[in-house]
């Protein structure tokens, strides 16, 4: 059963973003799903930084590279976008799960279904009536 948490506000994305962090694992692959502009990079880099344990640590969109590799104390993180895939095929071309060890983090993983079969956690964020805050569940599969 998904556990559902309203976030009012980017700092507290950013809290729940690290202690999600916490609870993370090497080979754990999350899919970060939601519409454009739900907050799924703004949730990737508030668990890259608490996984890297600096929170000033540069973290850009992966939407153009596709994919942005980040060395942290508990394993390898890869953060990858794939809105722009062209076909899923493609998913195997960026190595995302050539690591066992690393931890994956995918934004717009149901454009590679096999991605989304191997996920352990999905986390899907919404923007709720009104457009205040985010609304986020984490399923644990």
Do not use: C
């Not at 930084?49 to 994919?67: I, Q, Y």
């Not at 994956?104 to 999905?122: D, F, I």
């Amino acid at each position: 059963m998904p556990t559902k948490t309203f976030l009012p506000d980017d700092d507290a994305t950013a809290r729940f973003g690290a202690e999600l962090a916490a609870t993370l694992k090497p080979g754990d692959i999350v899919s970060l799903e939601g519409d454009l502009g739900a907050g799924k990079t703004a949730m990737a880099r508030a668990i890259i930084r608490a996984l890297a344990g600096d929170p000033a640590l540069d973290v850009p969109s992966p939407t153009f590279a596709l994919l942005q590799p980040y060395d942290t104390p508990l394993a390898p993180v890869l953060h990858a976008d794939l809105y722009r895939l062209a076909d899923a095929t493609e998913m195997d071309e960026l190595g995302l799960l050539d690591d066992p060890a690393a931890i994956v983090l995918v934004e717009w993983a149901e454009r590679a279904p096999q991605l989304v079969a191997a996920a352990t956690v999905t986390v899907r964020l919404a923007i709720p009536p009104g457009g205040i805050g985010r609304q986020v569940s984490v399923l644990r599969n």
